[in-house]
């Protein structure tokens, strides 16, 4: 089950700025790494951040990661159409002994 | 190139058993942790199990703890999941997912094209 909190939807013009907020809780966020990942239809997730900011060779520097407390945030600046996808945080959390997921958040480009 | 490769899925029905593999190429297998990710029908990502690099540490979610068993052999680059009394609710796309280092915990990086698992009489 998801005990990452994540808006359902979010949307931006080509260009804007778009956040994407991860809500979790002192056993995971709290004290574990965050990771986003992009998920294009029909396709397996890749990994955007690890670390909670720290993006992999490959990944445009437009993809910036942020944790605070017990939550965490996506920006994706300068939004393009390829951008349109399904974003996922996750961490690992101590008190369950396993990963969890965030409900997930659809990134529209209008 | 750094590659995994799932197989094993299938149609099967509740109570039934099956066995996936996932095939791994590109990178010395066992110096990492290796993890089960389950993605049901239209539905968001799960976490199924996960492995350190010797199989000498393990954890299952919850919903898949004391039927699905996770398993590697490093001499062969391969990782594993046996899943037994299977359920409609582990009909899914099950991806096989690298850790970043050595155990499972800190995240995942690269992710295989997933195996298809039905669970329907």
């Known amino acids: 089950q998801s005990v990452l909190t994540q808006p359902p939807s979010a949307s931006g013009t080509p260009g804007q700025r778009v956040t994407i907020s991860c809500s979790g809780s002192?056993?995971?966020?709290?004290?574990?790494?965050v990771c986003w990942y992009q998920q294009l239809p029909g396709v397996a997730p890749k990994l955007l951040i690890y670390r909670h900011y720290q993006r992999p060779s490959g990944v445009p520097d437009r993809f910036s990661g942020s944790k605070s407390g017990t939550s965490a945030s996506l920006a994706i600046s300068g939004l393009r159409s390829e951008d349109e996808a399904d974003y996922y945080c996750?961490?690992?959390?101590?008190?369950?002994?396993?990963?969890?997921f965030g409900t997930g958040t659809k990134v529209t480009v209008l | 190139e750094v590659q995994l490769v799932e197989s094993g899925g299938g149609v099967v029905r509740p109570g039934g058993s099956l066995r996936l593999s996932c095939a791994a190429s590109?990178?010395?297998?066992?110096?990492?942790?290796m993890s089960w990710v389950r993605q049901a029908p239209g539905k968001g990502l799960e976490w199924v199990s996960g492995?350190?690099?010797?199989?000498?540490?393990?954890d299952y979610a919850d919903s898949v703890k004391g039927r699905f068993t996770i398993s590697r052999d490093n001499a062969k680059n391969s990782l594993y999941l046996q899943m037994n009394s299977l359920r409609p609710e582990d009909t899914a796309l099950y991806y096989c997912?690298?850790?970043?280092?050595?155990?499972?915990?800190?995240?995942?990086?690269?992710w295989g094209q997933g195996t298809t698992v039905t669970v329907s009489s």
């Open positions: 002192s056993s995971n966020i709290g004290s574990n790494y």
């Open positions: 590109g990178f010395t297998f066992d110096d990492y942790g």
């Open positions: 997912a690298r850790g970043l280092e050595f155990d499972y915990y800190y995240g995942m990086d690269v």
């Open positions: 996750v961490a690992w959390d101590d008190s369950l002994s396993g990963y969890v």
């Open positions: 492995i350190n690099w010797n199989g000498g540490s393990t």
